[in-house]
């Protein structure tokens, strides 16, 4: 993604991840991660399925707990427990979708549930997802294209400050990929440090300002 003069000068961190460990019975999927991902940027991981790239996802959104090293978010130490930050918008794959609510019910319960529930941004994230938000259809009834395009709206719903997203182009065709790259495009001009984790290198040529890979638990900028 070409960010111009001001995007090649160095930029202030969003996230940094700091000699990070994790073992999940009796495998070490995090090997003394650290990492600095720049604020207002789009960084991406690439890697191969079990290098350790969505559990990096899943620990800097508070998703899992660590055994050791730290996370720091816009400055912010991570609690070690786990514990969900607040200003983050995610997509880490598999989403549990609710077969019987719309697309606006959807979005309304989880973001009841993080007490933050406006109307105005839910359909908003919908439309910008190419998504009607008063689509009457049951989830059940969505094609995977469009469970992938509301699980991205889930991620935008409440205007984050960090986006974490997992594999965001998956089951999406042409068009869903073009409207993804528009809003990663939209969000970093707005100020949003983005982090895509995706096993497509040229997915992440055309969309990051960064690329990092990893391998058996650890990482390197590329």
Request: no cysteine.
């Given at each position: 993604?070409?960010?111009?003069v001001?995007?090649?000068?160095?930029?202030?961190?969003?996230?940094?991840?700091?000699a990070?460990?994790?073992?999940i019975?009796?495998?070490?999927?995090?090997?003394?991660?650290?990492?600095?991902?720049?604020l207002?940027?789009?960084s991406?991981?690439?890697?191969?399925n079990?290098?350790?790239?969505?559990?990096?996802?899943r620990a800097?959104a508070?998703?899992?707990?660590?055994?050791?090293?730290?996370?720091?978010?816009?400055?912010?130490k991570?609690?070690?427990?786990?514990?969900?930050?607040?200003?983050?918008?995610?997509?880490?794959?598999?989403l549990?979708?609710?077969?019987e609510?719309?697309g606006?019910e959807?979005?309304?319960?989880?973001?009841?549930?993080?007490?933050?529930?406006?109307?105005?941004?839910?359909?908003?994230?919908?439309?910008?997802?190419?998504?009607d938000?008063?689509?009457?259809?049951r989830i059940?009834?969505?094609s995977?294209?469009?469970?992938?395009?509301?699980?991205?709206?889930?991620?935008?719903?409440?205007?984050?400050?960090l986006?974490?997203?997992?594999?965001?182009?998956?089951?999406?065709?042409?068009?869903?990929?073009?409207?993804?790259?528009?809003v990663?495009?939209?969000?970093?001009?707005?100020?949003?440090?983005i982090?895509?984790?995706?096993?497509?290198?040229?997915?992440?040529?055309?969309?990051?300002?960064?690329q990092?890979?990893?391998?058996?638990?650890?990482?390197?900028?590329?």
């Amino acid at each position: 993604m070409d960010t111009g003069v001001e995007g090649r000068k160095a930029s202030r961190v969003g996230v940094r991840v700091s000699a990070v460990s994790k073992t999940i019975k009796g495998n070490r999927v995090l090997d003394g991660v650290s990492a600095s991902f720049p604020l207002a940027r789009v960084s991406g991981i690439r890697g191969h399925n079990g290098s350790g790239k969505t559990m990096l996802l899943r620990a800097i959104a508070g998703l899992i707990s660590i055994d050791e090293g730290s996370i720091e978010v816009f400055g912010e130490k991570l609690d070690a427990r786990g514990d969900f930050p607040v200003g983050i918008g995610f997509m880490v794959e598999p989403l549990e979708l609710w077969d019987e609510f719309t697309g606006l019910e959807m979005l309304t319960l989880l973001s009841s549930l993080r007490g933050r529930p406006r109307e105005n941004h839910l359909r908003s994230a919908l439309t910008r997802m190419g998504l009607d938000p008063d689509d009457l259809r049951r989830i059940k009834s969505f094609s995977l294209g469009m469970k992938q395009r509301l699980n991205l709206a889930q991620g935008l719903m409440d205007a984050p400050r960090l986006l974490l997203l997992d594999e965001p182009t998956n089951a999406l065709d042409e068009d869903g990929q073009e409207a993804i790259r528009q809003v990663l495009i939209e969000e970093r001009d707005r100020g949003t440090t983005i982090i895509v984790v995706s096993h497509d290198r040229e997915e992440l040529d055309r969309i990051a300002d960064v690329q990092f890979i990893m391998g058996d638990g650890r990482i390197r900028e590329v």
